[in-house]
C-alpha cells in the first residue's frame, strides 16, 4: 500500500465525475479512525464535513481511467481548497465552489452566492 490512512483527514465520495459525499475522518469508540474489514478493504469512521459541504456536487478533483484497478485516490487538501476553483455547466448556467462558498450563475445573468453561516459578504459593482 503506498499511502498511510493515519494521514487521511478527509474521505470524498464520487459519482460520475461529481463529488457526492464528504466526511471528516474521526475517533471511534475506541480511539481509531479506521479499521481494516475482512475483505481487505479500509473503514474510516468520519461524519459529514460542515467546511468542506459546499464542495458536494462540484467536479471531482481526480479522474479514474475505464479498468483501473486501485479504486482509491489520494490527494492533498490544498487540492479541495485552492483558490482557482474549476467552473461546472449546470442545467441552468454555471457552478463553481471557493472553499465553502458556492457560486452560481444563470442563463439570464442572476448571480447566486451562497455563504457559510456568520460569514460576511462584501459585493462591489465595477464602473
Known sequence: MDFDPDRIAVVVGYF??????????????????WNWCPDRRIRF??????????????DAPVSWRQGEAWPVKT???????????????????????????VITTSADGGITVT?????????RATA
Request: hydrophobic share 40%; glycine share 12%.
Open 16 to 33: 460520475r465525475g461529481q463529488m457526492v459525499a464528504i466526511f471528516e475522518v474521526a475517533l471511534d469508540n475506541n480511539g481509531h479512525t
Open 45 to 58: 469512521h468520519g461524519v459529514p464535513s460542515k467546511r468542506f459541504a459546499a464542495q458536494v456536487g462540484a
Open 75 to 101: 490527494v492533498p487538501l490544498d487540492d479541495l481548497i485552492k483558490g482557482d476553483a474549476p467552473v461546472s455547466k449546470t442545467a441552468t448556467g454555471r457552478r463553481t465552489v471557493l472553499g465553502a462558498v
Open 115 to 123: 455563504i457559510p453561516p456568520g460569514s460576511t459578504l462584501t459585493v
